[in-house]
């Protein structure tokens, strides 16, 4: 096609006069009016009222101008007319594209595809920037089409055009020019598939030597076309070696910044983070040395937040944090140390001038609605009302803008706390500007800091201004707050606290001090997100049931989780799997496939937690690592809802916990199945049958249908709640008539001596146990009533104050002495047999008797289980713990206040 422009011409005449005085040939000239058979060659006639139909093939070009000639039209009319023909050349553009199907590219197919391309592509007025995104998209996706499947012949007119417009592509036309850059990538793998590989490495360094940002970042979509995440691979190794070629180190500080943007910052804008991003790290971690080794403190500095990105995002165990740790954070520490405090003059901090007044300080990296704002919105609030008349509450606010900075929205909800925020950023800063010099920033945000008399500083990690404000000492006390990271380690960190009841951080080897927050979530409007659920919901039938959990994709590619979601799916044909999170899709994607359940997984992205807490059903918390903040929100938002967790009693204790965890959301299955049924869950004023109840105690809605399910499908089940306290409530189950599992629990009594809550005894129970629900407590039986040998271990459950313990004191030695000795403690635990209506001198016998310890578990359960007395002790032992529980004060984990005071009173400051 060596026709490169055409003109419409409203005046005959004027179009055959403008192709006689063209001698090049490469015009078409169209004209308006009759058929005139003397016209030259490249003089066409289409009459206007035939204009649209003439060009609906796609075959022949659109005209790019309109000329008037010697017609009489007003200004007013050439202005309408000129509107009219754009308005349809516009039209006809897209449904040519649109018509190309990329789908059904084949040998006899390709040229009617390309023909129309390159239509399109010599019709564009003013240059390729003006073209159309569909245009090129279609240029790239046929160009992958032809790649993929090895490449077309195409007619000698159809390469020659495809050649011509190939070639009319200067390098300097490319560098700045994404839509350019992408129309030449793309027609020149059309015309040589083979060549991708070189094709690849030129694309990336054309993109590596483009200085137009914005140019690049408005128009990256045509670069996820072209390396979609299939190809993501290619991507990354060619952008790398372009960027970070051997004279990276020869640029200035501001081109060194501007290509980690490019690899770093503007990739994870556009694709979502997946495995392949270690090979940037792998990449960056090596410019990471160069820089220590070199002395480039900005570059260093740099560097710290695009390498955690790229590992501690990708990989979530705490050995790949520990790993980040040694790799990234402790060189930083160290070079913070031998060169920047003596290069800076950073001398630390001094003890307060005001011991009345002690001030903290929150540094966050920014105020987004995420999690991390939130979380800490919600300990502001609970702060609120503390008595803390003797502190003073910052909120300093890096708001780096690396990634975009703060949000207004959630400043403003962080600031309707009421507690002073700092934007450093823009107070150091001053502007906007993406490039500025973490260095400098950091200098005088530490500078602020002591100034500002900060006494207690508080910081999670993720910035390299954290580690420098610990490693240089700015504050007297300084405290890392994890968010799920437990190995993270700085020199300069006096403690370490933690909003959230774990036992993961004893891997680090760190004492975390643990303290309580009361989020809120939004919990005053609920009804507005249910009625966006329900929309939501009406997407799928009626009858289904959505099972799912909400946070990072990664979490979700545990075999055994997936394995698990696969059975349940298979098994209940009602159910769907809705994974609300970002991430990377195309490993979990496979996995389900080869599951065969990928068509019942929905992968929805990023969604508002407070409407998909209405949608989730049931909540099957992903192991083994399982949900956080998003978890608890979603147990806040529906009071506790149906949630099934490995860490849920007895899951977390059962030998065959998988197994329980399948069963569990099984039965709320079924549950949810009957729910047209409408149990009824009735308040009986008095104990009736084997149903024990304690009247006029109000109960979580959610749970009441459940409970009477339960009641129903298990008579047998023993069920109390104290009268004046719902929050705590028992239930008991015996299921003699069924076959007991029996399971080693050795490590049960370790627990019972951290719980100062709940947790008594614990049976070696039926697998029907996990169908409690969540909040219920478990009141289980076992090792203390059927093992003489672990009486050792007694007077530790005895001293915990828990309410297992009063109870059993009561049942037995009436008063903790009587536990003080050997003797005493074995004297209560054969009157708790006695009580049970259990011969002491058979259970000795038995235990003293060969055999494997679980046939003997076997006997002694059943003959527990046999007697009316067993029954009658725990109809008592429930009460008991039900009156203790209710008249006695129980103390959780601290909230903030006394925290605080044990914090700073261990202080670190220089004389």
């Given at each position: 096609?060596?026709?490169?422009?055409?003109?419409?011409?409203?005046?005959?005449?004027?179009?055959?006069?403008?192709?006689?005085?063209?001698?090049?040939?490469?015009?078409?000239?169209?004209?308006?009016?009759?058929?005139?058979?003397?016209?030259?060659?490249?003089?066409?006639?289409?009459?206007?009222?035939?204009?649209?139909?003439?060009?609906?093939?796609?075959?022949?070009?659109?005209?790019?101008?309109?000329?008037?000639?010697?017609?009489?039209?007003?200004?007013?009319?050439?202005?309408?007319?000129?509107?009219?023909?754009?308005?349809?050349?516009?039209?006809?553009?897209?449904?040519?594209?649109?018509?190309?199907?990329?789908?059904?590219?084949?040998?006899?197919?390709?040229?009617?595809?390309?023909?129309?391309?390159?239509?399109?592509?010599?019709?564009?007025?003013?240059?390729?920037?003006?073209?159309?995104?569909?245009?090129?998209?279609?240029?790239?996706?046929?160009?992958?089409?032809?790649?993929?499947?090895?490449?077309?012949?195409?007619?000698?007119?159809?390469?020659?055009?495809?050649?011509?417009?190939?070639?009319?592509?200067?390098?300097?036309?490319?560098?700045?020019?994404?839509?350019?850059?992408?129309?030449?990538?793309?027609?020149?793998?059309?015309?040589?598939?083979?060549?991708?590989?070189?094709?690849?490495?030129?694309?990336?360094?054309?993109?590596?030597?483009?200085?137009?940002?914005m140019e690049i970042y408005n128009n990256y979509h045509y670069i996820t076309e072209a390396f979609p995440v299939k190809y993501f691979d290619a991507y990354i190794e060619n952008y790398t070696k372009a960027l970070f070629d051997d004279g990276f180190f020869d640029k200035t500080i501001r081109h060194q910044k501007e290509a980690v943007c490019k690899l770093v910052y503007f990739?994870?804008?556009?694709?979502?983070?997946?495995?392949?991003?270690?090979?940037?790290?792998?990449?960056?971690?090596?410019?990471?040395?160069?820089?220590?080794?070199?002395?480039?403190?900005?570059?260093?500095?740099?560097?710290?937040?695009?390498?955690?990105?790229?590992?501690?995002?990708?990989?979530?165990?705490?050995?790949?944090?520990?790993?980040?740790?040694?790799?990234?954070?402790?060189?930083?520490?160290?070079?913070?140390?031998?060169?920047?405090?003596?290069?800076?003059?950073?001398?630390?901090?001094?003890?307060?001038?005001?011991?009345?007044?002690?001030?903290?300080?929150?540094?966050?990296?920014?105020?987004?609605?995420?999690?991390?704002?939130?979380?800490?919105?919600?300990?502001?609030?609970?702060?609120?009302?503390?008595?803390?008349?003797?502190?003073?509450?910052?909120?300093?606010?890096?708001?780096?803008?690396?990634?975009?900075?703060?949000?207004?929205?959630?400043?403003?909800?962080?600031?309707?706390?009421?507690?002073?925020?700092?934007?450093?950023?823009?107070?150091?800063?001053?502007?906007?500007?993406?490039?500025?010099?973490?260095?400098?920033?950091?200098?005088?945000?530490?500078?602020?800091?002591?100034?500002?008399?900060?006494?207690?500083?508080?910081?999670?990690?993720?910035?390299?201004?954290?580690?420098?404000?610990?490693?240089?000492?700015?504050?007297?006390?300084?405290?890392?707050?994890?968010?799920?990271?437990?190995?993270?380690?700085?020199?300069?960190?006096?403690?370490?606290?933690?909003?959230?009841?774990?036992?993961?951080?004893?891997?680090?080897?760190?004492?975390?001090?643990?303290?309580?927050?009361?989020?809120?979530?939004?919990?005053?409007?609920?009804?507005?997100?249910?009625?966006?659920?329900?929309?939501?919901?009406?997407?799928?039938?009626?009858?289904?049931?959505?099972?799912?959990?909400?946070?990072?994709?990664?979490?979700?590619?545990?075999?055994?989780?997936?394995?698990?979601?696969?059975?349940?799916?298979?098994?209940?044909?009602?159910?769907?799997?809705?994974?609300?999170?970002?991430?990377?899709?195309?490993?979990?994607?496979?996995?389900?496939?080869?599951?065969?359940?990928?068509?019942?997984?929905?992968?929805?992205?990023?969604?508002?937690?407070?409407?998909?807490?209405?949608?989730?059903?049931?909540?099957?918390?992903?192991?083994?690592?399982?949900?956080?903040?998003?978890?608890?929100?979603?147990?806040?938002?529906?009071?506790?809802?149906?949630?099934?967790?490995?860490?849920?009693?007895?899951?977390?204790?059962?030998?065959?916990?998988?197994?329980?965890?399948?069963?569990?959301?099984?039965?709320?299955?079924?549950?949810?199945?009957?729910?047209?049924?409408?149990?009824?869950?009735?308040?009986?004023?008095?104990?009736?049958?084997?149903?024990?109840?304690?009247?006029?105690?109000?109960?979580?809605?959610?749970?009441?249908?459940?409970?009477?399910?339960?009641?129903?499908?298990?008579?047998?089940?023993?069920?109390?709640?104290?009268?004046?306290?719902?929050?705590?409530?028992?239930?008991?189950?015996?299921?003699?008539?069924?076959?007991?599992?029996?399971?080693?629990?050795?490590?049960?009594?370790?627990?019972?001596?951290?719980?100062?809550?709940?947790?008594?005894?614990?049976?070696?129970?039926?697998?029907?146990?996990?169908?409690?629900?969540?909040?219920?407590?478990?009141?289980?039986?076992?090792?203390?009533?059927?093992?003489?040998?672990?009486?050792?271990?007694?007077?530790?459950?005895?001293?915990?104050?828990?309410?297992?313990?009063?109870?059993?004191?009561?049942?037995?030695?009436?008063?903790?002495?009587?536990?003080?000795?050997?003797?005493?403690?074995?004297?209560?635990?054969?009157?708790?047999?006695?009580?049970?209506?259990?011969?002491?001198?058979?259970?000795?016998?038995?235990?003293?008797?060969?055999?494997?310890?679980?046939?003997?578990?076997?006997?002694?359960?059943?003959?527990?289980?046999?007697?009316?007395?067993?029954?009658?002790?725990?109809?008592?032992?429930?009460?008991?713990?039900?009156?203790?529980?209710?008249?006695?004060?129980?103390?959780?984990?601290?909230?903030?206040?006394?925290?605080?005071?044990?914090?700073?009173?261990?202080?670190?400051?220089?004389?």
């Amino acid at each position: 096609m060596k026709i490169k422009s055409a003109t419409y011409f409203l005046d005959a005449q004027a179009a055959i006069d403008a192709s006689l005085d063209n001698t090049a040939e490469d015009e078409i000239y169209y004209y308006d009016g009759a058929e005139i058979s003397s016209a030259p060659q490249n003089c066409i006639n289409v009459p206007v009222d035939g204009f649209y139909s003439y060009f609906q093939s796609g075959l022949n070009l659109l005209p790019v101008k309109l000329d008037f000639g010697n017609k009489a039209f007003s200004d007013a009319v050439q202005a309408k007319i000129a509107q009219s023909i754009e308005e349809i050349i516009e039209l006809l553009r897209k449904e040519i594209v649109n018509k190309i199907d990329i789908s059904k590219v084949n040998q006899e197919t390709i040229e009617s595809a390309i023909n129309p391309l390159l239509v399109l592509l010599y019709s564009v007025n003013n240059g390729i920037s003006e073209a159309e995104s569909a245009l090129i998209e279609k240029v790239i996706q046929l160009s992958l089409a032809v790649y993929e499947k090895n490449g077309f012949a195409f007619n000698n007119a159809t390469r020659e055009s495809l050649v011509e417009y190939w070639q009319s592509f200067s390098e300097n036309d490319l560098i700045n020019n994404i839509k350019a850059l992408s129309v030449w990538y793309g027609l020149g793998l059309i015309l040589n598939p083979k060549s991708k590989t070189e094709a690849d490495k030129k694309y990336f360094e054309v993109l590596a030597q483009s200085s137009d940002l914005m140019e690049i970042y408005n128009n990256y979509h045509y670069i996820t076309e072209a390396f979609p995440v299939k190809y993501f691979d290619a991507y990354i190794e060619n952008y790398t070696k372009a960027l970070f070629d051997d004279g990276f180190f020869d640029k200035t500080i501001r081109h060194q910044k501007e290509a980690v943007c490019k690899l770093v910052y503007f990739t994870i804008m556009f694709y979502e983070r997946n495995k392949s991003f270690l090979k940037i790290y792998t990449a960056l971690y090596d410019i990471y040395r160069q820089a220590l080794s070199r002395g480039l403190s900005e570059l260093v500095l740099w560097l710290y937040s695009p390498l955690l990105y790229c590992h501690n995002s990708i990989l979530i165990s705490q050995d790949d944090f520990a790993k980040f740790n040694q790799q990234v954070d402790k060189p930083l520490e160290n070079y913070i140390k031998s060169k920047l405090i003596a290069e800076l003059q950073c001398l630390p901090c001094r003890e307060n001038a005001n011991t009345e007044l002690v001030k903290v300080g929150f540094v966050v990296e920014r105020v987004l609605d995420y999690s991390l704002t939130n979380v800490l919105c919600a300990l502001l609030n609970n702060l609120s009302t503390e008595n803390l008349s003797h502190y003073e509450f910052t909120v300093y606010d890096l708001n780096f803008k690396e990634l975009g900075g703060s949000n207004a929205e959630a400043v403003a909800k962080l600031c309707a706390t009421g507690f002073k925020y700092v934007d450093l950023h823009q107070e150091i800063v001053g502007t906007n500007e993406h490039f500025y010099s973490i260095l400098d920033k950091v200098v005088k945000v530490r500078d602020k800091i002591i100034q500002d008399d900060i006494g207690l500083l508080i910081a999670t990690n993720g910035r390299p201004e954290v580690n420098f404000l610990f490693a240089t000492r700015t504050a007297p006390v300084q405290v890392f707050w994890t968010h799920g990271n437990y190995v993270f380690d700085c020199d300069g960190i006096d403690k370490r606290i933690v909003h959230y009841q774990t036992e993961d951080y004893k891997v680090s080897g760190f004492e975390f001090i643990e303290f309580e927050i009361a989020a809120d979530y939004g919990l005053q409007n609920p009804k507005a997100y249910q009625d966006k659920a329900l929309q939501l919901k009406q997407k799928w039938p009626q009858e289904t049931i959505f099972l799912g959990s909400i946070g990072r994709l990664s979490k979700l590619e545990s075999d055994s989780y997936l394995a698990i979601v696969a059975k349940l799916l298979k098994d209940n044909p009602n159910t769907v799997y809705l994974a609300c999170g970002s991430g990377d899709s195309a490993e979990l994607k496979a996995k389900l496939d080869r599951l065969g359940v990928l068509e019942r997984f929905y992968i929805e992205g990023y969604v508002d937690p407070g409407v998909y807490a209405f949608v989730i059903d049931i909540y099957l918390d992903p192991f083994p690592h399982g949900g956080g903040e998003s978890l608890q929100e979603y147990r806040a938002r529906t009071q506790q809802g149906l949630v099934v967790c490995v860490n849920d009693e007895p899951v977390r204790f059962l030998s065959n916990g998988l197994d329980a965890y399948v069963l569990k959301a099984s039965t709320y299955i079924q549950y949810l199945k009957r729910q047209d049924n409408a149990f009824k869950y009735e308040r009986p004023e008095s104990f009736t049958g084997k149903t024990i109840m304690c009247s006029d105690v109000p109960i979580n809605e959610s749970q009441a249908g459940l409970i009477a399910y339960l009641l129903e499908k298990y008579n047998n089940l023993f069920y109390a709640i104290p009268k004046n306290n719902p929050e705590f409530s028992v239930f008991i189950a015996f299921f003699p008539e069924q076959k007991l599992l029996l399971v080693d629990v050795e490590d049960m009594f370790s627990y019972a001596k951290i719980s100062d809550l709940y947790l008594t005894f614990y049976n070696y129970a039926l697998r029907d146990i996990c169908l409690i629900p969540d909040n219920i407590v478990h009141i289980q039986i076992g090792d203390f009533l059927v093992q003489d040998k672990t009486i050792g271990d007694l007077w530790n459950i005895i001293d915990s104050g828990s309410p297992f313990a009063e109870a059993v004191i009561q049942l037995t030695a009436g008063d903790k002495t009587g536990f003080d000795t050997v003797e005493g403690r074995r004297k209560a635990f054969r009157q708790f047999h006695e009580l049970a209506g259990l011969d002491a001198g058979q259970m000795d016998a038995l235990w003293n008797a060969p055999g494997s310890g679980i046939e003997k578990e076997k006997m002694v359960c059943e003959m527990m289980l046999s007697n009316k007395g067993f029954a009658e002790l725990m109809t008592q032992f429930t009460l008991l713990m039900c009156n203790y529980r209710t008249n006695t004060s129980i103390t959780n984990k601290p909230l903030l206040a006394p925290v605080l005071n044990a914090l700073y009173n261990d202080r670190n400051v220089e004389g």
